[in-house]
């Protein structure tokens, strides 16, 4: 297959076991700064995804707690495909640090009683939330913790 300019495009989909959390690269800026980025997979490619209102909720409960236990958050963004998230990190090289972030966050997420800026002042389709359906997607994933570090 040609290589492709996006690192992603040129991993076998169907080889990667989810879910599992993968350094994709890093990239360094002409003053020295880093960026680590993670490709977190909660879903098995072409078999599963999660459904739009609960990924959706879910995305932003991770994006406002994931801050309280990370400093150098850059992004944390959902993919196309719903079957997981691009996480970009400034300047900290711990995979460790990021398996525990990605821990307390998701259990963030089963104690949330509410979806953060779930409303049409803060959201882009503030109609289309479930704090169900994103506390089943976090239970699920905390449920197969010990796969995260294994990508096939
Ligand atoms: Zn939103």
Known sequence: MK?????????????????????VGVTEGVNGD?????????????????EMAGLHSIEHLMAENIRN?????????PMGCQTGFYLSIINNDSYDEVLVTLE??????????????????????????SLEGAKEIAKEMLARKDEWKEVF
């Open 3 to 23: 290589k492709m300019n996006v690192e992603s495009f040129n991993l076998d989909h169907t080889k990667v076991k989810a879910p599992y959390i993968r350094l």
């Open 34 to 50: 880093k960026v680590y980025k993670y490709d977190i997979r909660f879903k098995q490619p072409n078999k599963e995804h999660m």
């Open 69 to 77: 236990h990370m400093d150098n958050v850059l992004d944390i963004s």
């Open 104 to 129: 307390k966050t998701l259990q963030d997420v089963l104690a949330a009683n509410e979806v953060p800026a779930c409303n049409e002042v803060q959201c882009g389709w503030a109609a289309n939330h």
